[in-house]
């Protein structure tokens, strides 16, 4: 897969851009607030269906202005016909969504057609942040090549909102009858137990791949692992792989401890609350990885997210890189675009000679945009 063009209109400081990329390594460069991110944070709406820093819509409209668009082209491997996805955002009124001219019904619908990779400053932290930035990393990454993921996940947090508002009506003396408490546990978990298994099953394609990476990235001196670690998995009882005693023992638990979850005020137990621990040579690397160790993992999962892509759909997604060199030494930076060497990688960089290649260019087409005020100019080879 590889995104041709891009084409933004009073979306965040860019008035209105338009870009043509290459196949191959394409560098954004500028000084700092001058809309490099922005144009990244554009291009992974439309594989997202949301901003990737946790803006709200309207948040991406320029000031003063009454709206903002986004439009990519991509085409898939072995593709000769450009698709289309475009988004609007009013300033007031719905957001409209196309593929093709046709519209969407939501980001939903959109998910899925175009897949892309992320990697910025704040995946840096995946190891030794909490649990919900790993759960974040696999709802995101599985969301891309599993449209059913989609739709359970969705389900999920529906019933878990409308649950949370039951504890609260119970908690402040309000009747609830015991009928709404089973039929919530029931569905919440029947969606749980589908998103339990997705979650497990990419975790075990992610402890293989990403050891891969790192047994490059350190000559084989250390090994991490990855196990999908859920309060709904020891419901019940070790049956691990039978799928029908995971959701019953979920569903006793949501039914036989209510008073407690309402003096807590929220649901305790469910895929809300589940972590991926992460372990280096048998120890706990969230206790005992140095900083240095946290980032090559961090790296080599976002390089297996990639790989896992490709293996489920058929095709490498587009890789984002934002502003991550800075942040990497040039070992790392060199690990990085040999392992993407012949896909197509956007990157971000104050200096564009603070790419690995820029001289020799990796047997790549290397383009370099620089972006100044939200305007984008080409600037041909890196001095």
């Known amino acids: ?20 990329f290459s196949p191959g390594v394409n560098v954004l460069w500028g000084l700092n607030a001058q809309g490099k991110s922005n144009i990244l944070e554009g291009l992974y709406y439309f594989a997202r269906g949301r901003s990737f820093r946790g803006a709200k819509d309207r948040d991406l409209i320029m000031f003063e202005q009454p709206f903002a668009s986004a439009e990519i082209g991509f085409l898939r491997d072995g593709s000769v016909k450009e698709t289309t996805l475009s988004v609007t955002l009013p300033k007031n009124g719905r957001k409209k969504l ?3 001219g046709a519209p969407l019904s939501g980001p939903a619908e959109m998910l899925g057609s175009f897949r892309a990779v992320l990697f910025c400053p704040a995946h840096l932290t995946i190891v030794s942040g909490g649990p919900s930035e790993r759960r974040s990393f696999l ?5 891309q090549t599993s449209r059913e993921y ?3 996940l969705a389900r999920y947090k529906k019933y878990l909102a409308e649950r949370g508002a039951l504890l609260k009506r119970y908690a402040s003396g309000g009747k609830v009858d015991a009928e709404e408490w089973e039929t919530y546990a029931w569905q919440l978990s029947g969606a749980a137990e589908k998103i339990y298994s997705e979650r497990k099953r990419y975790c075990d394609l992610l402890d293989g791949d990403v050891a891969e990476y790192f047994e490059k990235m350190t000559n084989g001196r250390e090994r991490p692992a990855f196990k999908y670690v859920s309060n709904f998995e020891t419901t019940c009882d070790g049956e691990e792989e039978d799928t029908a005693a995971r959701s019953e023992g979920l569903y006793r638990k949501l039914t036989e401890n209510i008073d407690r979850e309402a003096a807590a005020g929220s649901t305790l137990w469910g895929p809300h609350k589940d972590d991926v621990k992460i372990t280096i040579n048998d120890r706990d690397a969230r206790l005992f990885a140095s900083q240095g160790q946290e980032r090559s993992i961090a790296l080599c999962m976002k390089l297996a997210e990639g790989e896992i892509s490709r293996r489920l759909t058929g095709e490498y997604p587009v890789f984002l890189l934002d502003d991550v060199f800075s942040e990497l030494d040039e070992n790392r930076r060199r690990f990085i675009m040999n392992e993407l060497e012949g896909r197509q990688i956007i990157i971000t960089s104050c200096e564009p000679s603070a790419v ?13 945009f620089e972006v100044s005020n939200g305007a984008v100019k080409s600037s041909g080879a890196a001095e």
Request: aromatic share 12%; net charge negative; with cysteine.
């Open 356 to 368: 690995p290649g820029s001289e020799d260019t990796l047997n790549n087409e290397v383009s370099f």
């Open 1 to 20: 897969m590889k995104v041709t063009t891009a084409k933004y209109q009073c979306f965040r400081n860019l008035g209105e851009v338009s870009l043509e």
């Open 139 to 143: 709802d995101i990454a599985i969301s």
């Open 98 to 100: 196309a593929r093709s």
């Open 150 to 152: 989609i739709f359970f």
